[in-house]
């Protein structure tokens, strides 16, 4: 019965000797469901090399993407949220900022930061999901309107990145007025002849679509990103019709004239630079 009951140890690792795996080394692709090593995903810049499905990323990976060898100035680090409302849900707003925080290690939703691609000033702001689903709140809109401001003051193009779930409803009309606050400092940067470029990735949904994220000189997006202002699911219910195929994939969008570009993450850089090289001339 030797083959049923191991006799001697031989080259198979006893139970006792096993060791598990650090945290954070192995990933899972949620599209083909395929194991990705994490310093294999950082060489293909956070896409999946089995299917090509850009996997959701914060602003520290952005900035290390996009900014040459990873240097930059951040922008205004200390802006933090009130609670102008004194909000209450299942908790405190102020608890769940706190929570927050201490989770993701950001003040916000939105980082920003003064780089050069290729060689060529930027100011990029990028959307983190991972705060409170990337609601756009006072600080977010407050960064956007300085980063613009201080764009104009010094000549240089602006990047914005969206990765929203839309209106931080915490913060109620104060949430909503940054859709006005930041469309209005952006047509100032579009008086200044400053380029804007677009970023939108998975997903750009809510208030942030229906004011920054649309209003790019070039409008980009990533392949297969939710793109939209109310979800696929609110909109069946309230219409209640099945929707079309890949309907609010960035795909969809592009081809119903709302985009410019679909452009892979691991072209994100070379594009742009050559967007900022021609804007530039």
Known sequence: MAWFKRESKGIITTTEEKKEAPDGIWNKCPSCKKPLHNSEMVENQYVCHYCGYHLRIGSKEYFSVLFDDDKFKELFPDLTSGDPLGFVDT???TDRIAESMKKTGLKDAIRAAH???EGQELVIACMDFNFIGGSMGSVVG?????SIDYCIAKKIPFLMISKSGGARMMEAAFSLMQMAKTSAKLALLSQAKI??????????????????????DVNIAEPGALIGFAGPRVIKETIKKDLPQGFQTAEFVQEH???DFIVDRRQMKAKLASFLKMMAN
């Open 91 to 93: 908790k405190k707003y």
């Open 115 to 117: 780089g050069k691609i």
């Open 142 to 146: 407050e960064k956007i309107a300085r």
């Open 195 to 216: 380029p804007y470029i677009s970023l939108l990735t998975d997903p750009t949904t809510g208030g942030v679509t229906a004011s920054f994220a649309m209003l790019g």
């Open 257 to 259: 004239g709302f985009l």
